[in-house]
């Protein structure tokens, strides 16, 4: 049974920090690009970053790039996502997917996902 777990919300001011984890199993983990995907009251959800860990590439939203560093933990079967910089507008839910997409066109950086079993996801909130 595939489950990721994201954790790690918070509540935070702008300029602070924090790291979010994404628990996975039931599958092999190094055959996936995990992802992470946010979606903020009244606006569709939206890609912002994924991690392909079988060849170390990394891809960020233009909105984040700079600020979040995806990485991985083999051992744990575990994504992070470590949010440094933060602002109002990062406020969110934060989910993680098993598969994820990147495209790089006139609108930059777009990372899309076919996983669609979102589970709880973990709530981001920024304070100005």
């Known amino acids: 049974d595939v489950q990721l777990q994201a954790s790690g919300g918070g509540l935070v001011q702008a300029g602070g920090s924090l790291r979010l984890s994404c628990a996975t199993s039931g599958f092999t983990f190094n055959d996936y690009a995990i992802g992470w995907f946010r979606q903020a009251p009244g606006k569709e959800r939206e890609g912002v970053s994924c991690?392909?860990?079988?060849?170390?590439?990394?891809y960020y939203a233009d909105s984040v790039k700079g600020r979040f560093t995806i990485s991985g933990d083999n051992a744990k079967n575990t994504v992070y996502l470590q949010m440094n910089s933060l602002k109002p507008e990062d406020t969110a839910d934060y989910y993680c997917?098993?598969?994820?997409?990147?495209?790089?066109?006139?609108?930059?950086?777009?990372?899309?996902?076919?996983?669609?079993?979102w589970g709880q996801g973990t709530l981001v909130t920024v304070s100005s």
């Open positions: 991690i392909h860990d079988f060849d170390g590439m990394t």
């Open positions: 997917a098993k598969g994820c997409t990147v495209s790089i066109g006139p609108r930059g950086v777009v990372i899309t996902t076919s996983y669609n079993s």
